[in-house]
């Protein structure tokens, strides 16, 4: 597609329950980024795919966050059990694997979720 | 360890005035540095980088940013502010291997007429 999309764009989910979010790369884009924006931060690192390869997780919160990209296009990033503290936009991005523009993530649009 | 600070939570400009975002940046090792822009419940948009070479960078939409190395800052700057300008601003610093982002706090531009 023309940019990254995501969805839902918008999540309200109650205390407890499990949710899945959506990314869909830049198409050829092999890298893939999940990050969380708290009200009122920058962004914050989860973790990183190479194609299906999960190459650093360092940024996810707790085990209730996992997330899988199986065929190294689109991946999902769920939530278990979400905490009110879990509320955030999640961003999603994407980078060229070269060319001139190998070094720039390109962001979707982000999930926001509201735990109750 | 790497940091980005933005000092100002805030900046308000009038229109046609110059503006500048403040950032300023810690790392190990060379820095790869970002702009990005957010508007309201819309994701982050790529400005501009410093990677290597000129340390005046241009980028999209009439801004500009300067790298200096001395002062450990990369200040993004525009000549004649829009209010279309007004949005949230962010710095980001990038390791080597372009992988994980760490980014500034962010900073409200506010551009009025």
């Known amino acids: 597609g023309a940019g990254v999309s995501q969805s839902p764009r918008y999540k309200v989910a109650k205390r407890g329950q499990d949710v899945a979010l959506r990314c869909d790369p830049i198409?050829?884009?092999?890298?893939l980024f999940w990050y969380q924006q708290a009200l009122g931060q920058g962004p914050e690192f989860l973790t990183y795919?190479?194609?299906?390869?999960?190459?650093?997780k360092s940024g996810l919160p707790s085990d209730r966050f996992f997330a899988e990209r199986p065929e190294g296009s689109v991946s999902t990033l769920k939530i278990q059990r979400t905490q009110q503290e879990d509320s955030a936009v999640y961003l999603c991005?994407?980078?060229?694997?070269?060319?001139?523009?190998?070094?720039?993530?390109?962001f979707g649009p982000g999930t926001r979720l509201l735990v109750l | 360890a790497q940091s980005v600070a933005q000092p100002e939570d805030q900046v308000n400009v009038a229109e046609g005035n110059p503006l500048t975002v403040k950032c300023t940046y810690s790392?190990?090792?060379?820095?790869?540095l970002f702009w990005y822009v957010q508007y309201p419940n819309r994701g982050l948009q790529f400005l501009l980088k410093?990677?290597?070479?000129?340390?005046l960078v241009k980028g999209s939409y009439g801004f500009e940013a300067e790298f200096n190395k001395s002062q450990t800052s990369f200040h993004l700057k525009k000549p004649s502010a829009l209010v279309s300008d007004s949005a949230l601003y962010f710095c980001?610093?990038?390791?080597?291997?372009?992988?994980?982002?760490?980014f500034g706090s962010g900073t409200k531009l506010n551009v009025k007429p």
């Open positions: 980001a610093l990038i390791p080597g291997d372009f992988n994980k982002f760490y």
């Open positions: 198409s050829g884009h092999v890298s």
């Open positions: 410093y990677i290597t070479g000129d340390n």
């Open positions: 991005a994407s980078r060229s694997p070269s060319g001139p523009t190998q070094e720039t993530q390109y």
């Open positions: 795919f190479q194609n299906e390869a999960q190459l650093d």
């Open positions: 790392v190990s090792g060379n820095p790869y």
